[in-house]
């Protein structure tokens, strides 16, 4: 067995396990391969001149002898390349786009692994239909199908997409393998759609004011990207999404306080504050008062009581 062969058999023996690896997993990864790089950048180069003389008995052009050979410039650029996709947004699981439809059905188009591209490149050599057909019923299989082992390949792939579909969906598994990202914040937005996007969460928001919700949920709820709702209260509020909703909290803390409709404790509650201690911290670090010294100054105001300067 060459060891091209040996290669394939252990990268198929890892594709789950890439499929699956959470988005730590994989910056580590890649910091690993970096570190890999320029560690073993002298060997690299060895072993890529017998490559480059093979190219040559082979009459392969220079063009494409330029494409293969490698000097330690190349050899740093793939290394940075590695470091600096491992500080990009793993796009996996995003949701880019979606509806609700009049039955109450959500559609969302979320971004995915290869692995889904992978079952559409499969089916194409193993189906004789087409598969643009949205009223497609039957798929008559090609005997034999043009790849061997292509029915195998898609099973195994749909079987990897149904997982992800169930992980994104799991509650437990976003808790721990999403972490919670400060949100960014914003000036002026340039697309109207982010407008409706910004104006709809807003309103998710204050329908919610007397829950806890994470960023998470507020994603799900409302069929929008992590990294694009990021972006958006970025150029729309200079506030990240919790530090915004925390501040709608304040804000609707301090209407009650100024109705004496409530008393602290019941307002605590009524915003869904775990204790009145932590709205009180929330609150001062807001406000720069306590719930006490607010309604104080509230008190003072009405009776005229400021000294002028």
Do not use: W
């Amino acid at each position: 067995m060459s060891y091209i062969d040996i290669l394939g058999q252990k990268a198929k023996a890892c594709k789950k396990d890439i499929a699956f690896a959470s988005t730590t997993q994989k910056n580590d990864a890649l910091l690993e391969i970096a570190h890999i790089l320029r560690v073993c950048k002298d060997d690299i180069i060895e072993t890529n001149k017998v490559d480059l003389e093979n190219g040559r008995m082979r009459k392969m052009s220079e063009a494409m002898l330029d494409r293969l050979a490698l000097n330690d410039s190349r050899i740093e650029g793939m290394a940075k390349a590695c470091e600096e996709l491992a500080q990009l947004d793993d796009p996996v699981g995003e949701v880019v786009s979606g509806s609700t439809r009049p039955n109450g059905m959500k559609i969302e188009k979320v971004r995915v692994p290869m692995g889904v591209i992978g079952i559409i490149f499969e089916a194409r050599h193993t189906f004789q239909c087409r598969l643009d057909d949205p009223y497609l019923q039957n798929m008559p299989l090609k005997q034999p199908p043009d790849i061997f082992g292509s029915q195998q390949m898609i099973r195994l792939l749909i079987e990897q997409f149904l997982i992800h579909l169930a992980r994104r969906y799991s509650a437990s598994y976003t808790s721990v393998v999403r972490p919670k990202d400060t949100m960014p914040a914003a000036k002026s937005t340039k697309s109207k759609n982010d407008i409706e996007v910004y104006s709809l969460v807003t309103e998710y928001m204050k329908e919610h004011i007397r829950s806890h919700v994470t960023i998470e949920q507020i994603c799900k709820d409302n069929l929008v990207g992590r990294s694009r709702l990021q972006k958006i209260f970025k150029n729309q509020c200079g506030l990240g999404i919790i530090d915004y909703f925390s501040k709608l909290k304040i804000n609707t803390a301090k209407e009650l306080i100024r109705s004496r409709h409530m008393n602290f404790t019941q307002i605590s509650d009524y915003l869904g504050y775990t204790s009145i201690h932590y709205f009180s911290r929330q609150f001062k670090k807001e406000t720069g008062m306590t719930p006490s010294e607010y309604a104080s100054s509230i008190k003072a105001m009405s009776e005229g009581k400021f000294e002028e300067n």
